[in-house]
C-alpha cells in the first residue's frame, strides 16, 4: 500500500504562518491527485486544496489568497502554505493522495486512496 506522512504542525498566533508538508511512500507508479484536508472539533471533514499540477489547483472559498499547495511530484511530496492563519483555521490538517502502485509478485498496476495520520494546527494569541 501507499502511506503518507504529515510534518509541519503546531500553535500559531492568529496573522501568522505555517508550512505543511506530507511524503507518501510505497511502491507508488503514480499519483494523481494530491490535496489537504482538515477537520476541526464537532465537524465535517473539508476540503482545504488540492493540486493536480501546477496550473491545476483548487481552493476552499475560506482559504483563497491566504493558502498555497504546491507539489514535488519527483519527490512524491505535497505541501501546504498557509499564511495570515485565523482562529478558524484550527483543526487537524490530514493529507490525501490518489493513484497508483505496483502490487502483487507480478508488479501488477492498482489504484489507491490514502490518508495521513494528520497533524494539528491551532491558531490561539
Known amino acids: 500500500q501507499v502511506q503518507l506522512v504529515e510534518s509541519g504542525g503546531g500553535l500559531v498566533q492568529p496573522g501568522g504562518s505555517l508550512r505543511l508538508s506530507c511524503v507518501a511512500s510505497g511502491n507508488i507508479f503514480r499519483i494523481n491527485n494530491m490535496a489537504w484536508y482538515r477537520q476541526a472539533p464537532g465537524k465535517e471533514r473539508e476540503l482545504v486544496a488540492s493540486i493536480i499540477s501546477d496550473s491545476n489547483t483548487n481552493y476552499a472559498d475560506s482559504v483563497k489568497g491566504r493558502f498555497t499547495i504546491s507539489r514535488d511530484s519527483a519527490k512524491n511530496t505535497v505541501n501546504l502554505q498557509m499564511n495570515s492563519l485565523k482562529p478558524d483555521d484550527t483543526a487537524v490538517y490530514l493529507c490525501?493522495?490518489?493513484?497508483?502502485?505496483?502490487?502483487?509478485?507480478?508488479?501488477?498496476?492498482?489504484?489507491?486512496?490514502?490518508w495521513g495520520q494528520g497533524t494539528q494546527v491551532t491558531v490561539s494569541s
Open positions: 490525501r493522495a490518489d493513484g497508483t502502485y505496483r502490487w502483487g509478485y507480478d508488479g501488477r498496476i492498482v489504484g489507491f486512496g490514502s
